[in-house]
């Protein structure tokens, strides 16, 4: 008899604790989707900056046809990926696209100084700081929501209610870890 009041006692505190930690967890999830989002709309501006980009600069440099095909492709591959993990492989190889046709605009110094060219980098750089601030965000709400679905009593509530860890996080492509060479 006792044994049954002890085990109904920690089936009720159970579920007490359990049940209190729900409504934060469907919350930060749904903050993820928010916070995602964001990052996706400020990467879609991104996408749309740059077919104009790309035809600033191919009147300008015919001959790196290769570095303009790379980043249509990956602009379109932005485009097709569904999932967020998908669209975080596409932006890395969006960012990488970039930074190549970038090194590419070094090289024509009458491309530099042109307005329209000018104008749509300023405004690229301007989406770029956007981007960077949405994914600190997003990854600051993916850490929090794992870290609240591991600490107790929550990670009761999320064993019990299905709750999975998210690891979709941004990451720095292993490329840009490499610190570029500078000649003079």
């Known amino acids: 008899m006792k044994l049954g009041f002890a085990i109904a006692g920690v089936a009720v505190l159970m579920s007490l ?3 209190c930690g729900y409504n934060t967890l469907v919350s930060e999830r749904e903050s993820i989707n928010g916070a995602f989002a964001q990052v ?3 990467m879609q501006r991104r996408a749309d900056l740059i077919p104009n980009l790309v035809e600033t600069v191919k ?5 790196e046809q290769s570095v303009i095909d790379s980043v249509t492709a990956a602009r379109a591959a932005l485009g097709g990926a569904k999932t967020p ?4 492989a596409a932006n890395g190889q969006l960012d990488s ?5 970038l090194v590419v605009v070094e090289n024509y110094p009458d491309l530099k100084s042109n307005a329209n060219f000018m ?11 956007r981007i960077a601030v949405e994914r600190r965000k997003y990854n600051e709400t993916v850490q929090r929501y794992n870290t609240d679905i ?7 509530t999320s064993g019990i209610f299905g709750f999975k860890r998210n690891d979709a996080y941004f990451k720095a492509d292993e490329a840009s870890k490499v610190t570029p060479k500078v000649k003079f």
């Open 97 to 101: 696209a970039l930074s190549r046709l």
């Open 59 to 63: 009147g300008f440099a015919k001959q």
């Open 40 to 42: 996706d709309v400020a």
């Open 150 to 156: 591991a600490v107790f009593p929550n990670n009761v």
């Open 85 to 88: 993990a998908d669209k975080i």
């Open 17 to 19: 604790t359990s049940g």
């Open 119 to 129: 104008a749509l980098q300023n405004e690229l750089a301007g989406t770029e700081n």
